[in-house]
C-alpha cells in the first residue's frame, strides 16, 4: 500500500472536493507557491480563479469568504501562523456562524477556515506557537483536530461540504506522521464523532492532535503493566460525549492529554462534562501546557512547556493507584501545579518562565 502523508492528505482532500463541486475554491496568502506545502499543484491543475492569492489583510480576505458564502460559493480559507486566526475571531464566531441562527436557516455560510500550521515547533516564535482550537470551541463554531492522514483526508471534506463555517486544525506536531493507505478507502469523516485508537481496559485517555501518537507511544510502553484506550475525539465542537462516556464506562479512569493552556483549556472542560456525570472511579488528570504558557525562541525552554509523555505516564499510574472516589478537596488548586506534572516539572516550568 502507498504511503500517505498528512499534509498530503489535506493536499488530496482540496483536489477532491475542487474538481467534485466548481463552487469550492482555496484563497489565501502564498498558496500559489505553496508554502506551507497543502496547495501544490492546485494551480496547475484549477487556474488562478480558483487558486486566488491574497493580499496582506486577513481581516478583508475572510470578510470576502463569507460574502462569497452567501452568494453560494464554498470558500476554503488558509491562514499560515495560529495567531492570525485570532484577527478575524470576530469575523468568523460572530458573523459567520451566526448568520444561519439569525437568518432562520434562510441563509448559510459554508466556509472552511484551514490552519496546516497550528502549535509549536523549535524556535518558532511566542506569537506563532498557539493552539487557539479551544477559542473557536468555546463559541460553537465548528471545530476539527485530525491527527492522521487518513482523519486529516476525511474530516477535510466533511468541513467542505458542511453548510455551517468550519475551523481545521492542522498541528506541526502530525505532519511528520505517514500511513499506508488505500486511496480507494479514503472517506469523509463526519463531524462529531471520534474514534478508539487504541482499546483499553484499565484507564482512558483522552488525546487531541498530534498527543494521540504521544497517547499510543505510551501505551504501548504500559502495556505489560496497565492497559491503556487511547481515545481521539477528531472533533472538539460538536465533541462526541457519547463515544468518551462509552470509553468511560469500560474504564472508569480518565487522562486528558491536550496542546493547549491548563486554565481554561479544553481538558478542563472535558474534565468537567465527566465528572458531571458521576462516571469516574478516581480522580480525573490533565496534562497540557502550564498556565499562561508563552514560548519564546529557546528549543529547550520551549519543550519545557509541552505536554511530555513522562507526565502522562505519571498521571496514569496515579489514576491507577488512586482508588479513592472523587472528592473536591483532592482537585488541584489554583496556582498549584497538577499532581500529574510529576518530580521536577514544576521547577522546570518555573524555569522555562523565567
Known sequence: MPLLSYLRAINRALGDEMERDPAVFIMGEDIREALTNTTPGLLARFGPDRVVETPLSEQGFTNFATGAALAGMRPVVEYQIPFLLLLVLEQIANQANKVSVMSGGQASVPVTYLLPAAGWRPAWGGQHSDQPYSVFAHFGVKTVLPATPADAYGLMVSAIRDDDPVVVFAPIGAHRVRSDVVFADLAPVPLGVGRVHRPGTDVTVAATGHLVHDALAVADALSGEISVEVFDPRTLYPFDWDGLFSSLARTGRLVVLDDTNRFCGFAAEIIATVVEQGSLRTTPQRITRPDSAVVGCAPELDMALQPSRDELVT????????????????????????????PGTSDRRAAARR
Open 315 to 342: 498521571a496514569i499510574r496515579l489514576v491507577m493507584k488512586n482508588g479513592l472516589p472523587l472528592t473536591p478537596d483532592r482537585s488541584p488548586r489554583p496556582g498549584r501545579a497538577a499532581a500529574a506534572t510529576g
